[in-house]
């Protein structure tokens, strides 16, 4: 069962910056892809930016300047760094395969402050 653990949530002011972690366990993410997605209240979870099991970057078009995607093999972590951050980034940041398709882990919050 590939299980996924986020962390480096917290609270910014908007322009800030966060970096976000997820560790994986049960596969690796040169496998399966990376991917963070979020969710806000009322809303489905979507996509904010994924990365290919070769390494390619997708971004949503909302956030797409502003974050970057990367993956470390060696530790089997993925990360967000997100940059110009703005209140309408708040939500709960999940962690999963590129596909998305795994089971969810708890998420870590971001909360932006205007």
């Known amino acids: 069962q590939v299980q996924f653990v986020e962390s480096g949530g917290g609270l910014v002011q908007a322009g800030g910056s966060l970096r976000l972690s997820c560790a994986a366990s049960?596969?690796?993410?040169?496998?399966?892809?990376g991917g963070w997605y979020r969710q806000t209240p009322g809303k489905q979870r979507e996509p904010v930016a994924r990365?290919?099991?070769?390494?390619?970057?997708v971004y949503s078009s909302s956030v797409k300047g502003r974050f970057t995607i990367s993956r470390d093999n060696a530790k089997n972590t993925v990360y967000l760094q997100m940059n110009s951050l703005k209140p309408e980034d708040t939500a709960v940041y999940y962690c999963?395969?590129?596909?998305?398709?795994?089971?969810w882990g708890q998420g870590t919050q971001v909360t932006v402050s205007s």
């Open positions: 049960g596969s690796t993410f040169s496998a399966i892809g």
């Open positions: 990365i290919t099991s070769t390494g390619v970057p």
């Open positions: 999963n395969g590129f596909s998305g398709g795994y089971t």
